[in-house]
């Protein structure tokens, strides 16, 4: 059974960073493209970034381009979201995302999600 299990979530101020992480049991890991989705209150699971299986090529949604960076580390079969310059409007469940290729990610055509963690930016 795939388990995708996601960390690093939490308060935060404006302007502050927070590093999400998802280690993930699929195998190969290396072979998989992966990403990061969120859910705020009474909106619907949205696409914010994706990888590609040997991090040769990234994709983000507009709202964190510049302030958001997607990598991996397949030695360890994890995945990491560092959030930068953080904004109220950032505040969501993060979820973690895995699919057979980026571009199914970015889609929104994935395979297994993570349970999510909470990130909550405060004005």
């Known amino acids: 059974q795939v388990q995708l299990v996601e960390s690093g979530g939490g308060l935060v101020q404006a302007g502050g960073s927070l590093r999400l992480s998802c280690v993930a049991s699929?195998?190969?890991?290396?072979?998989?493209?992966m990403g990061w989705f969120r859910q705020a209150p009474g909106k619907e699971r949205g696409f914010v970034a994706a990888?590609?299986?040997?991090?040769?090529?990234?994709s983000y949604a507009d709202s964190v381009k510049g302030r958001f960076t997607i990598s991996r580390d397949n030695a360890k079969n994890t995945m990491y979201l560092q959030m930068n310059s953080l904004k109220p409007e950032d505040t969501a469940v993060y979820y973690c995302?895995?699919?057979?290729?980026?571009?199914?990610?970015?889609?929104?055509?994935?395979?297994?999600w993570g349970q999510g963690t909470q990130v909550t930016v405060s004005s």
């Open positions: 990888i590609s299986s040997s991090s040769g090529s990234t």
């Open positions: 699929v195998r190969p890991f290396s072979t998989y493209g």
């Open positions: 995302a895995v699919a057979t290729d980026m571009r199914r990610v970015v889609r929104g055509t994935v395979n297994y």
